[in-house]
C-alpha cells in the first residue's frame, strides 16, 4: 500500500479526476484519493507491480515534482474500493478561502524523525498531535498534548484559544504522514508563532526510521483503512496505552458498537466480546437486546 500527498497547484481538479481515475482503474488499485485546487492526498492498495507503475506515474508527472511515498507491505488489499473525490481541500481545515493556508508558500519547519526525537528531549517545548481524539486514542507520543476534537476542521478555534499559552514555546506537530501538519504549522506561524516545527513525513516516517524506530511513541498509530492500527514502535518503549472497556485489559484492536445508531469505534477484549458482545455500555446492549439483534457476531472478531 502506497501513502502519499503533494501540495500543488491543479488548474482543472474535475479534468484531473478523471485522468486519474482511468490510471488507477487500469491498474486495479483500491483507496481514497482526494484531489483539489491544491493538489492531491491518497492512500491505495495493489499488486506490487501495480503499485510501482502507479507511483512512476505520479513521479513523472511535472505537476508532483518531488512527490514522496510511504510504503507498506500489506496481505492484498486494505480498502474495499476505490474512491476518488474532488473536493475544496485535500486536508479540510475549513478556512475561508481568504485565509487558508498554502503550504508552499507558509508552514512550520521541517524536522527529520531524529531532530523531531531530540526536539521532544527540549525543556518547555510543546508537542501538538494534528490528529482527532479518536486517532490519539489508539496511540500518541509520549507527553503529546491531543486535543479532545473530532475533525480537523474544529483545530484552528481550538489552537486561537490556546495562543497565549503557546507564545514564546517552541511547538512540535505531528500527524499520520505529514499532510496535516503542513496545513497546522503554516496556520501557527501566521497567528504569530515564530517557532513552529513538524514531523516531516509523520509518524509513518517515524516508525520507520532505522535510527529512532518509533521511540517514545505509545500505542499503535490509527490508519484509515482495514488495519485500523499498525505499529510505530520498535524499541524497548512500546507500549499498549489501550483497554478493554469491559474487562480492563489490554487491548488495541477497535471494533464498532452493535448498536447501529450508536456504532461508536470502541475497544473490547475477544473473551469479553463473547461474553458480553461487542456495546460500548449497558444502554446500547439494552438496545440491540430489545431490537432482537444477535450480542455476538463472531466473524467480528479479529484474529
Ligand atoms: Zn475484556
Ligand atoms: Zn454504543
Known sequence: M???????????????????????????????????????????????????RYRAALEADPLLAGIEFKIDPTD?????????KVRDEIVTLGLPDEADIDPNAL??????????????????????????????????FKNAICPPLRSF??????????????????ILTYCTGGIRCEKLSGFLRREGLDEVYQLDGGIVTYGKDPEVRGRDFEGLCYVFDER???????????????????CGSVESRYGNCRWPDCNEQIFVCPPCRESHGLFCGESCREAARAEGLPAVVPSENPV
Open 107 to 140: 508552514t512550520g519547519g521541517r524536522l527529520s524523525p531524529v531532530e523531531f526525537y531530540e526536539a521532544m528531549q527540549e525543556e518547555d517545548v510543546v508537542v501538538i498531535d494534528g490528529r482527532n481524539d479518536y486517532e490519539a486514542e489508539l496511540g500518541r
Open 2 to 52: 502506497l501513502l502519499y500527498y503533494r501540495y500543488t497547484s491543479i488548474a482543472d481538479p474535475a479534468a484531473y479526476h478523471a485522468a486519474h481515475r482511468a490510471l488507477c482503474e487500469s491498474l486495479e488499485l483500491r483507496g481514497r484519493i482526494i484531489i483539489g485546487h491544491e493538489g492531491i492526498n491518497g492512500t491505495v492498495s495493489g499488486t506490487v507491480e501495480n503499485t510501482n
Open 76 to 84: 492484498g488489499h486494505v480498502f474495499p474500493k476505490l474512491s476518488i
Open 153 to 170: 476542521r474544529d483545530f484552528p478555534d481550538w489552537l486561537r484559544d490556546k495562543l497565549p499559552d503557546l507564545r514564546g514555546r517552541k
Open 228 to 246: 485500523i492500527g499498525v505499529e510505530v514502535n520498535h524499541t524497548e518503549t512500546r507500549r499498549i496505552i489501550t483497554r478493554c472497556r469491559v
